[in-house]
């Protein structure tokens, strides 16, 4: 990870130190923060020779040397310092960052979601979720619809919040882009989906636009979740949010297992923040308060719940584990005495 003297590079010694690169079959990636250009070396890099060629440009304050199996996403990384901004907030800055919205947007019954969407803006939410297409088990479950997303571009027009939605292939990723969307989620089926990965973090590159990578279900391991991070932080956007949200096999009675425990361990590992999906953890309404306080008492940046103005005529997962908005209001109050008083290391 090479730190440019000033926030960038310039044209002539950009080349500079990818000629140097070029020497040891290496190459530079620019990898553009909101403040700074920090360049990743890529190829095989542990070559002491190229590193003190590069270190000893005057233009170059430094380079680190990380032996680390993900080396954009460790926390001693260049991007260490670099802060994901979402809409008007900074996730984990002074308070937890919390998305919430219903599962599915339900494009029968557009007032549902708006209404939904106004009450969380009530609560006190920064961002606004709904799931416009779905990933669902059973083929002939609801699959979403592209109508859904004028409904959800429609909530953010009305109540001004940023908005995320989950994007499963090209031509979603395409239509999200166009509709700039906020947040693009991508879903623990994606999660570890290279491919997807690369052209999502390509599609962001130097953009605002933030990620919220969910944990592959299948006890993907703290590394291999960190690792599929760096896939979208290699393309060129670290704008990114890792989002535990429960493993298989499940605990019985819950939906899954809840992993917000692993928080501690992203968050010693990398600089990422940690948003926990306290509602496909447990899945089940009343569960989500206490899983959701833990999650803040783990260290977690923030939150994405499952809200429904009125879960029993939701679609999706939102009849059993959206919480209603006065819910997330009183449990936004709990969370933030939490925050305040939680011992981090
Ligand atoms: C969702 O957020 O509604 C969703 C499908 O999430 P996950 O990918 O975690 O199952
Ligand atoms: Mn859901």
Known sequence: ????????LDASQLKEVEAIAADFECSILEIQG????VYAILGDEGREVMFKRIAGLPFISKVDMIESPYKLMDRRSGLSDHRVRVGRSEVGKDEPFIIAGPC?????NPNLYLE???????????ALRGGV????????????????????????????????????????????????????QIGTRNALNYSLLKEIGRATAGSDTAVLLKRGRHVASPNEFIAAAEYLVAEGNPNLMLCPRGTTPQLEGYRNHPDESITPLLKNRTWAPVVVDPSHSVGHADFVPA???AAIAYGADGLCIESHINPAKGIGDDPKQAIHPDKVKELLAACRQVWKTRYLP
């Not at 909101?34 to 250009?37: A, E, K, M, V, Y």
């Not at 990933?135 to 609801?142: D, K, Q």
């Open 116 to 126: 939904s969407a106004h009450a969380l803006k009530e609560a006190g939410v920064h």
């Open 291 to 293: 899983c959701s306080l």
């Open 104 to 108: 599915t947007i339900d494009p029968a």
């Open 1 to 8: 990870m090479i730190i440019p003297k000033a926030n960038k």
């Open 34 to 37: 909101r403040n700074r250009c």
């Open 133 to 184: 297409w779905k990933p669902r088990t059973n083929p002939y479950s609801f699959q979403g619809d592209n109508d859904s997303l004028s409904i959800i571009l429609q909530a953010r027009e009305e109540t001004g919040l940023p908005i995320d939605i989950e994007v499963m292939d090209s031509e979603q990723l395409k239509l999200a882009l166009d509709a700039k969307v906020d947040v693009l």
